[in-house]
């Protein structure tokens, strides 16, 4: 690990104010990500800003009955808030899905979504990869690539981006708010992450200097019911192969809201706006979820090892949106 | 829990340019311990090359395998990915902590009384990671397999499967699984 100086500012100015005085500083959270990515030389930075200082950690309603969630406010934390639990079970069942429970505590809503790719070719500095090294490119293309993406990657970057938080987030309608020596901003999670097109270093629209203050929640539509759910290689403490979150309200035996994302297959959490076109209003049945799921992984472009993530993902988001439906119809 | 002192690390130089070395100090097992590190070092090593407190295991170093699991003012924590630094002023507890003296800890107990090892080269992150685990449950925490519907408020009952999900950032190598499981079943009791 490269030797670096640390600072612990306690107002969230003088972090801004530090980040943009050293070139190549990084903010510190919960660290689960970050210091490993310093061990494994893949990060360097001169300067940790620890922003675990911040009042940054609240989890609490807004006045339009939503939810906000600050940046340092722990994985474990969230998950287990009467609030998340109860209208934003997508959230909190999302959160149990990843990592283990000692990581859970330490890590955070902001480090969640600024989280690097496990592609094993970015964590390897030893290797060519055109998200860590621009321009020394990508062997995970004709390499292992069993994990990585089917939907929306470039010739430059197959990575898939490893937050089952962040799934849950996009589907939720949620928005990261941001705070950089220009001021304010507030980016849909479903916008936030980029596909790597020919800039795979750039994970998200993030600017130099801008510091996640935390994530908005809408509030959920009424009679709502979500749900995610997660494949892996094995029963627990393994990154998504595939995932899916869904919020849905059945009325009369149609579908009315229809929210879908799925996890694991791209580069970005993958907001399905297709199947969420051919969900609404239609017949909460299994022929529908079944075209709806085709309409958006009609687009995915497997790779030589990874075909099996697109039935993989058809049928989890059958079974959950089916799962959901049975659950919410009003009339039933 | 007493209030713990949050002083900041001695990070500056008179000149004002942040230095790669801290001193700070940390609660561990109940006693104050003041330390000067290298930015660089881990909870983990802190631990085990500066207090020589060895009974936290070095296994992935990365986060994989739960043997460093400390408890890090009450919750557990994997003490390799957290910077020594990071946890200033924080109450640290390892497994050399657990103990009323010579009366082991009711987890202890459980491990030796199942068997619930071969090599022990993880139990001492086992059995952090499980004394945690009986605290979270109780407090109603909830884990991937706690059904959703479930009401937020009381403890959830520690069934197997909440057992093998909740202890899935511990591994081991030697495969002792089945009677972990079962030891902490006898702790929860």
């Known amino acids: 690990m490269k030797p670096f100086a640390y600072v612990r500012p306690e107002r969230t100015e003088e972090a801004i104010d530090r980040f943009a005085a050293q070139p190549g500083a990084r903010f510190l959270a919960g660290g689960t990500n970050l210091v490993d990515l310093m061990k494994l030389g893949v990060a360097g930075p001169p300067l940790l800003i620890d922003i675990n200082g911040l009042p940054l950690d609240a989890v609490e309603e807004t006045a339009a009955g939503g939810l906000h969630i600050g940046a340092t406010a722990r994985n474990s934390d969230v998950a287990a808030h009467p609030l998340v639990r109860v209208r934003y079970p997508a959230l909190s069942q999302a959160l149990l899905a990843g990592a283990s429970p000692q990581l859970r505590n330490a890590a955070t809503t902001g480090g969640n979504l600024l989280q690097r790719t496990r592609c094993p070719y970015f964590q390897d500095a030893s290797k060519p990869c055109n998200k860590r090294a621009p321009g020394s490119g990508c062997p995970a293309r004709e390499g292992v690539h069993r994990d990585l993406a089917v939907l929306g990657h470039s010739a430059h970057c197959v990575a898939t981006h490893p937050s089952d938080m962040a799934v849950a987030l996009a589907a939720l309608d949620a928005e990261v708010r941001l705070r950089g020596p220009a001021g304010e901003r507030t980016v849909p999670v479903a916008e936030f992450h980029r596909l790597p097109g020919d800039r795979p270093d750039r994970d998200t629209v993030i600017e130099d200097g801008e510091l996640i203050t935390g994530v908005t929640l809408p509030a959920p539509p009424s009679g709502a019911r979500g749900a995610y759910r997660k494949a892996r290689d094995r029963a627990s403490y393994a990154f998504a192969l595939a995932s899916v979150a869904a919020v849905l309200t059945v009325e009369d035996g149609r579908i009315g809201h229809a929210a879908l994302a799925f996890g694991g297959l791209a580069h970005k959490p993958w907001r399905a706006h297709a199947a969420e076109e051919v969900l609404r209003g239609a017949p909460a049945t299994a022929e529908t979820y079944r075209r709806a799921a085709d309409a958006e992984l009609a687009a995915a472009e497997p790779l030589r090892d990874n075909g099996f993530k697109v039935p993989l993902a058809r049928n989890l988001a059958v079974s959950v949106l089916h799962d959901l439906a049975s659950r919410t119809d009003t009339t039933g | ?189």
């Open chain 2, 1 to 189: 829990m007493e209030p713990v002192d949050r002083t900041a690390p001695a990070g500056e130089t008179p000149e004002g340019a942040p230095e790669a070395v801290s001193t700070l100090t940390l609660r561990v097992n109940g006693t104050a311990r003041t330390l000067t590190v290298d930015n660089r070092t881990t909870l983990l090593d802190a631990l085990r090359d500066h207090l020589d407190l060895t009974g936290s295991k070095k296994g992935c170093d990365h986060g994989q395998c739960g043997a460093c699991t400390v408890l890090l003012d009450g919750r557990r924590v994997n003490s390799c990915l957290l910077l020594a630094v990071v946890c200033a002023g924080a109450s640290v507890t390892t497994v050399e902590g657990l103990s009323d003296g010579d009366r082991l800890h009711p987890v202890q107990e459980a491990f030796v009384a199942r068997d619930a090892l071969q090599c022990g080269y993880c139990t001492p992150g086992q059995i952090c990671s499980a004394v945690a685990l009986l605290h979270e449950a109780a407090d109603g925490q909830p884990s991937y397999v706690t059904p959703p519907e479930r009401s937020p408020d009381g403890p959830v009952s520690l069934t197997p499967e909440e057992i093998r999900e909740r202890m899935s950032g511990n591994i081991c190598r030697c495969g002792a699984y089945p009677n972990i499981v079962d030891a902490i079943e006898e702790a929860a009791r």
